[in-house]
Nanobody
Framework: QVQLVESGGGLVQGGGSLRLSCAAS????????MSWYRRRPGSQRELVAN???????TYADSVKGRFTISRDNAHETVHLQMNSLKPEDTGVYYC?????????WGQGTQVTVSS
């Protein structure tokens, strides 16, 4: 069983930055993929970025060049650095982990970008 706790959401002006963090806990050995998803108002949940263990990161086209995902495998933590934020980035951001073929989700953290 994996528990995920997210932090770092909030309200920011357009052009600003936020850093999301997600810490995984439980009986864990080597998480495969760690990801960030988001659900924007009126839209379905979508993949923002993910990173396999020691693998390259992948990004949604809408965030390429602005967001950076990183992992701290020693502490089973994943971060999402979000720069040049736009109002359309507003939504609830969810941490996701794939571990031993099971999917785990965080509770979500609200990101609001004002224009």
């Amino acid at each position: 069983q994996v528990q995920l706790v997210e932090s770092g959401g909030g309200l920011v002006q357009g052009g600003g930055s936020l850093r999301l963090s997600c810490a995984a806990s439980g009986t864990i050995f080597s998480i495969d993929t760690m990801s960030w998803y988001r659900r924007r108002p009126g839209s379905q949940r979508e993949l923002v970025a993910n990173m396999r263990n020691f693998g390259p990161a992948t990004y949604a086209d809408s965030v390429k060049g602005r967001f950076t995902i990183s992992r701290d495998n020693a502490h089973e933590t994943v971060h999402l650095q979000m720069n040049s934020l736009k109002p359309e980035d507003t939504g609830v951001y969810y941490c996701h982990v794939l571990y031993r073929y099971e999917h785990y989700w965080g509770q979500g953290t609200q990101v609001t970008v004002s224009s």
